[in-house]
Protein backbone atom coordinates (compact mmCIF):
# COMPACT_ATOMS: atom_id res chain seq x y z
CA UNK A 1 0.00 0.00 0.00
CA UNK A 2 1.33 3.49 -1.25
CA UNK A 3 0.87 6.30 1.44
CA UNK A 4 -1.63 8.20 -0.52
CA UNK A 5 -3.78 5.50 -0.13
CA UNK A 6 -4.12 5.95 3.87
CA UNK A 7 -7.40 7.95 4.18
CA UNK A 8 -6.07 10.99 6.09
CA UNK A 9 -3.13 11.13 3.65
CA UNK A 10 -5.07 11.68 0.63
CA UNK A 11 -7.68 13.62 2.40
CA UNK A 12 -5.16 16.18 3.32
CA UNK A 13 -3.80 16.31 -0.95
CA UNK A 14 -7.99 16.68 -1.95
CA UNK A 15 -7.97 19.47 0.52
CA UNK A 16 -4.83 21.14 -0.80
CA UNK A 17 -5.99 20.67 -4.35
CA UNK A 18 -9.41 22.17 -3.32
CA UNK A 19 -7.99 25.57 -1.86
CA UNK A 20 -5.94 25.72 -5.10
CA UNK A 21 -9.29 25.22 -7.26
CA UNK A 22 -10.68 27.78 -5.05
CA UNK A 23 -8.56 30.22 -5.55
CA UNK A 24 -7.29 30.38 -2.45
CA UNK A 25 -4.14 28.73 -2.55
CA UNK A 26 -2.27 30.39 -5.79
CA UNK A 27 1.49 29.71 -6.93
CA UNK A 28 2.90 29.02 -2.77
CA UNK A 29 0.43 30.18 -0.71
CA UNK A 30 -0.92 27.98 1.87
CA UNK A 31 -0.44 25.14 4.98
CA UNK A 32 -1.85 22.68 6.34
CA UNK A 33 -0.97 21.12 9.41
CA UNK A 34 -2.67 17.86 10.77
CA UNK A 35 -2.46 16.43 14.18
CA UNK A 36 -1.83 12.38 13.68
CA UNK A 37 -3.59 10.20 16.56
CA UNK A 38 -2.58 6.64 17.56
CA UNK A 39 -4.73 4.57 15.04
CA UNK A 40 -3.05 6.60 12.27
CA UNK A 41 0.43 6.15 13.56
CA UNK A 42 -0.19 2.85 13.60
CA UNK A 43 -1.15 3.33 9.74
CA UNK A 44 1.53 4.37 8.36
CA UNK A 45 4.25 3.13 11.19
CA UNK A 46 6.41 1.08 8.23
CA UNK A 47 6.80 4.71 6.69
CA UNK A 48 8.46 6.97 9.23
CA UNK A 49 12.39 6.90 10.28
CA UNK A 50 14.09 9.90 11.79
CA UNK A 51 15.58 11.41 8.54
CA UNK A 52 17.07 14.67 10.71
CA UNK A 53 16.45 16.80 13.78
CA UNK A 54 15.82 20.44 13.41
CA UNK A 55 16.07 22.68 16.17
CA UNK A 56 13.81 25.24 16.39
CA UNK A 57 13.42 28.69 18.41
CA UNK A 58 10.58 29.17 19.68
CA UNK A 59 8.69 27.52 22.62
CA UNK A 60 7.75 23.66 22.29
CA UNK A 61 6.44 22.52 25.98
CA UNK A 62 3.00 20.94 25.20
CA UNK A 63 4.23 19.49 21.58
CA UNK A 64 6.76 17.18 22.77
CA UNK A 65 5.64 13.37 21.49
CA UNK A 66 3.00 15.46 19.01
CA UNK A 67 3.53 14.42 15.35
CA UNK A 68 2.22 16.13 12.29
CA UNK A 69 1.59 15.96 8.92
CA UNK A 70 2.44 19.63 7.39
CA UNK A 71 2.41 21.18 3.54
CA UNK A 72 6.20 21.90 3.00
CA UNK A 73 7.76 25.35 2.63
CA UNK A 74 7.60 26.47 -1.33
CA UNK A 75 4.83 23.53 -2.11
CA UNK A 76 2.55 24.07 -4.18
CA UNK A 77 -1.25 23.04 -3.87
CA UNK A 78 -1.75 22.98 -7.71
CA UNK A 79 0.45 19.91 -7.75
CA UNK A 80 -0.04 18.42 -4.65
CA UNK A 81 -1.87 15.32 -5.79
CA UNK A 82 1.87 14.22 -8.35
CA UNK A 83 3.70 15.86 -5.49
CA UNK A 84 2.87 15.22 -2.51
CA UNK A 85 6.41 12.82 -0.89
CA UNK A 86 8.00 15.97 -1.85
CA UNK A 87 5.42 18.72 -0.61
CA UNK A 88 4.35 16.87 2.47
CA UNK A 89 6.19 15.89 5.33
CA UNK A 90 5.66 14.08 8.80
CA UNK A 91 7.41 15.88 12.28
CA UNK A 92 7.24 14.85 15.59
CA UNK A 93 8.54 16.69 17.96
CA UNK A 94 10.89 17.03 20.92
CA UNK A 95 12.22 19.64 23.56
CA UNK A 96 13.31 22.64 21.00
CA UNK A 97 13.56 20.71 18.31
CA UNK A 98 11.37 17.92 15.63
CA UNK A 99 12.65 15.05 14.00
CA UNK A 100 11.56 14.13 10.24
CA UNK A 101 10.34 11.24 9.67
CA UNK A 102 8.80 10.96 6.01
CA UNK A 103 8.72 13.41 3.16
CA UNK A 104 10.02 17.26 2.40
CA UNK A 105 11.58 14.93 -0.72
CA UNK A 106 13.47 12.80 1.83
CA UNK A 107 14.31 15.61 4.00
CA UNK A 108 15.70 17.61 1.71
CA UNK A 109 13.07 20.22 2.20
CA UNK A 110 11.62 22.00 5.56
CA UNK A 111 8.18 22.37 6.38
CA UNK A 112 6.21 25.40 5.97
CA UNK A 113 7.57 28.92 7.48
CA UNK A 114 4.73 29.42 9.17
CA UNK A 115 5.26 26.26 11.26
CA UNK A 116 5.60 28.51 14.50
CA UNK A 117 2.28 29.69 13.63
CA UNK A 118 0.67 26.10 13.04
CA UNK A 119 2.25 24.22 16.32
CA UNK A 120 1.49 27.29 18.38
CA UNK A 121 -1.98 27.34 17.19
CA UNK A 122 -2.68 23.35 17.31
CA UNK A 123 -1.02 23.83 21.14
CA UNK A 124 -3.79 26.74 21.71
CA UNK A 125 -6.97 24.94 20.27
CA UNK A 126 -6.09 21.31 22.22
CA UNK A 127 -6.16 23.31 25.49
CA UNK A 128 -9.99 24.66 24.32
CA UNK A 129 -10.67 21.64 22.15
CA UNK A 130 -9.16 17.61 22.85
CA UNK A 131 -10.36 17.04 19.56
CA UNK A 132 -9.25 19.58 17.37
CA UNK A 133 -6.72 17.73 14.85
CA UNK A 134 -6.07 20.53 11.84
CA UNK A 135 -4.92 24.05 11.29
CA UNK A 136 -4.99 25.59 7.51
CA UNK A 137 -4.23 28.91 5.84
CA UNK A 138 -4.40 30.50 2.75
CA UNK A 139 -5.86 33.31 0.69
CA UNK A 140 -9.43 33.47 0.47
CA UNK A 141 -10.29 36.09 -2.63
CA UNK A 142 -13.40 37.59 -0.97
CA UNK A 143 -12.46 37.77 2.84
CA UNK A 144 -8.85 39.57 1.69
CA UNK A 145 -10.92 41.96 -0.50
CA UNK A 146 -13.36 42.32 2.91
CA UNK A 147 -10.27 43.11 5.21
CA UNK A 148 -9.62 46.27 2.73
CA UNK A 149 -12.79 47.63 2.70
CA UNK A 150 -14.16 47.12 6.31
CA UNK A 151 -13.52 48.06 9.69
CA UNK A 152 -10.47 45.81 10.79
CA UNK A 153 -12.37 45.69 14.94
CA UNK A 154 -12.76 42.09 15.10
CA UNK A 155 -15.80 43.02 16.71
CA UNK A 156 -17.39 45.13 14.42
CA UNK A 157 -15.71 42.59 11.78
CA UNK A 158 -17.74 39.62 13.21
CA UNK A 159 -21.04 41.32 13.58
CA UNK A 160 -21.36 42.14 9.87
CA UNK A 161 -20.57 39.00 8.70
CA UNK A 162 -23.10 37.19 11.02
CA UNK A 163 -25.53 39.67 9.66
CA UNK A 164 -24.53 38.61 5.77
CA UNK A 165 -26.59 35.05 6.33
CA UNK A 166 -28.73 33.65 9.21
CA UNK A 167 -26.64 30.44 9.50
CA UNK A 168 -23.44 33.09 10.46
CA UNK A 169 -24.26 33.28 14.03
CA UNK A 170 -24.20 29.43 14.00
CA UNK A 171 -21.22 28.21 12.15
CA UNK A 172 -18.87 30.58 14.26
CA UNK A 173 -21.01 31.45 17.25
CA UNK A 174 -17.47 32.05 18.54
CA UNK A 175 -16.90 35.14 16.23
CA UNK A 176 -13.59 35.48 14.44
CA UNK A 177 -10.37 37.23 15.38
CA UNK A 178 -8.25 39.96 13.43
CA UNK A 179 -4.84 40.68 13.92
CA UNK A 180 -3.30 43.82 13.23
CA UNK A 181 -1.20 43.76 9.73
CA UNK A 182 1.95 41.65 10.68
CA UNK A 183 5.50 40.27 8.47
CA UNK A 184 4.17 36.75 8.06
CA UNK A 185 6.60 33.80 8.56
CA UNK A 186 8.35 33.07 11.79
CA UNK A 187 8.46 35.66 14.24
CA UNK A 188 5.78 37.57 16.23
CA UNK A 189 3.01 36.34 14.03
CA UNK A 190 3.07 32.83 15.22
CA UNK A 191 2.58 33.55 18.61
CA UNK A 192 0.08 36.13 18.35
CA UNK A 193 -1.94 34.24 15.88
CA UNK A 194 -2.16 31.54 18.66
CA UNK A 195 -2.89 33.55 21.41
CA UNK A 196 -6.05 35.01 19.31
CA UNK A 197 -7.12 31.06 18.60
CA UNK A 198 -7.10 30.36 22.63
CA UNK A 199 -11.03 31.25 22.03
CA UNK A 200 -11.32 30.97 18.31
CA UNK A 201 -11.24 28.64 15.44
CA UNK A 202 -10.50 31.32 12.78
CA UNK A 203 -7.88 34.23 12.80
CA UNK A 204 -7.77 36.66 10.16
CA UNK A 205 -4.63 38.35 8.49
CA UNK A 206 -5.41 41.30 6.87
CA UNK A 207 -4.39 41.71 3.52
CA UNK A 208 -3.14 38.24 3.40
CA UNK A 209 -5.59 35.42 4.31
CA UNK A 210 -6.97 32.93 7.33
CA UNK A 211 -6.18 30.42 9.79
CA UNK A 212 -9.29 28.10 10.44
CA UNK A 213 -8.73 25.10 12.45
CA UNK A 214 -11.30 22.15 13.77
CA UNK A 215 -11.72 18.38 14.72
CA UNK A 216 -11.84 17.62 10.85
CA UNK A 217 -10.56 18.52 7.38
CA UNK A 218 -14.25 19.38 6.76
CA UNK A 219 -14.72 21.33 9.34
CA UNK A 220 -11.63 23.37 9.10
CA UNK A 221 -12.62 23.96 5.32
CA UNK A 222 -16.15 24.87 6.45
CA UNK A 223 -15.44 27.64 8.29
CA UNK A 224 -13.11 29.50 5.43
CA UNK A 225 -15.90 28.58 2.85
CA UNK A 226 -18.71 30.43 5.19
CA UNK A 227 -16.53 33.31 5.79
CA UNK A 228 -15.58 33.78 2.31
CA UNK A 229 -19.04 33.14 0.91
CA UNK A 230 -20.45 35.93 3.37
CA UNK A 231 -17.42 38.10 2.78
CA UNK A 232 -18.15 37.87 -0.97
CA UNK A 233 -21.64 39.00 -0.21
CA UNK A 234 -20.74 41.95 1.59
CA UNK A 235 -18.02 43.08 -1.08
CA UNK A 236 -20.53 42.39 -3.67
CA UNK A 237 -23.61 44.72 -1.68
CA UNK A 238 -21.21 47.51 -0.72
CA UNK A 239 -20.72 50.32 -3.12
CA UNK A 240 -17.03 50.84 -3.08
CA UNK A 241 -17.28 53.21 -6.45
CA UNK A 242 -14.98 55.93 -6.51
CA UNK A 243 -15.23 56.71 -10.00
CA UNK A 244 -18.93 56.83 -12.31
CA UNK A 245 -20.90 58.50 -14.59
CA UNK A 246 -22.19 61.48 -12.91
CA UNK A 247 -25.99 62.40 -13.12
CA UNK A 248 -24.95 65.18 -15.44
CA UNK A 249 -23.56 62.63 -18.19
CA UNK A 250 -26.30 60.64 -18.02
CA UNK A 251 -28.42 63.74 -19.14
CA UNK A 252 -25.43 64.34 -21.56
CA UNK A 253 -26.57 61.15 -23.07
CA UNK A 254 -30.53 61.36 -22.37
CA UNK A 255 -30.19 64.49 -24.29
CA UNK A 256 -27.61 63.27 -27.03
CA UNK A 257 -29.86 60.07 -27.89
CA UNK A 258 -33.12 61.59 -27.33
CA UNK A 259 -34.18 58.87 -24.57
CA UNK A 260 -37.34 59.39 -22.68
ZN1 LIG B 1 -0.17 33.13 3.27
Known sequence: MRIIDVDFVSDLVDACQYFWSAGWGEYHAGNISYLLDEKEL??????????????????????EGKTFMITRSGAAFRTMKK??????????????????LWGFDHGTGSPTS??????????????????NKIVMHCHPTY??????IHSLDEEEFTKTLWKMNSECPLVFPEGVSVLPWMVCGEGPIGPATARKMKNKRVVIWPF???????????????????IDKNAHIYVLVKSNI??????ENVQELKDHFGLK
Do not use: W
Not at 83 to 100: A, C, V
Not at 143 to 148: G, I
Open 42 to 63: NQIQDYLECIKTVKVDFDTSGL
Open 83 to 100: RYEKDLGIIRFKENSYDI
Open 114 to 131: ELPAHVLCHRARLADDPK
Open 143 to 148: LNAMTM
Open 208 to 226: HGIFSSGASIADAIGLIEA
Open 242 to 247: IHSMSD
